[in-house]
């Protein structure tokens, strides 16, 4: 069976009513202080990522010196060949190449040789790395390059 209910009586809404409104009066007496957190409360990731510095490059490996010529070496000598320190041909011709080894089978560069040349179908004069300083060469090839000086050296 359902239960009756009962009104209160004007006595008690009288006890209940002062309380109420003291509550409510002392709610918006206090202004409520913003809520602020601790440094604890606080996420620990800011909004906003920072930049992270680039990461360290490895450092790239030297390049190992030319030790084989043959690989730029033209096939055809036909410029001029000269001594690019002094920009003129070398003087001695016998001291451009000495042997490594007394009887070895390679010839070191004691100059960096490069050559003037005309390059395409307008001739168009270029400077081409030929030799570089400290290169090591076999015979046959220091022999082409100072067959060359010595040709260029009886036509100046």
């Known amino acids: ?48 990522a920072p930049l992270e510095p680039p990461a360290p490059r490895e450092p790239e490996p030297e390049p190992e010196p030319v ?11 036909d410029g001029t060949i000269v001594d690019d320190a002094t920009g003129l041909p070398p003087a001695d011709i016998d001291s451009v190449f000495t042997p490594i080894t007394p009887y070895g089978n390679a010839l070191r560069c004691t100059l960096r040789l490069v050559e003037h040349v005309g390059l ?18 076999d015979p046959a090839n220091a022999q082409r390059i100072m067959a060359r000086l010595r040709a260029q050296a009886t036509q100046q």
Request: aromatic letters at 2%; zero cysteines.
């Open 1 to 48: 069976m359902p239960t009756a209910r009962t009104r209160k009586a004007d006595e008690d809404k009288a006890a209940d009513a002062p309380a109420a409104p003291e509550t409510a009066a002392e709610d918006k007496s206090i202004a409520e202080a913003p809520e602020t957190k601790s440094p604890a409360d606080r996420p620990t990731q800011p909004d906003v």
């Open 67 to 77: 030790r084989n010529p043959q690989q730029i070496l033209p096939e055809d000598l």
């Open 120 to 137: 395409g179908t307008y001739r168009t004069p270029t400077t081409r790395l030929l030799v570089p300083a400290g290169a090591d060469l």
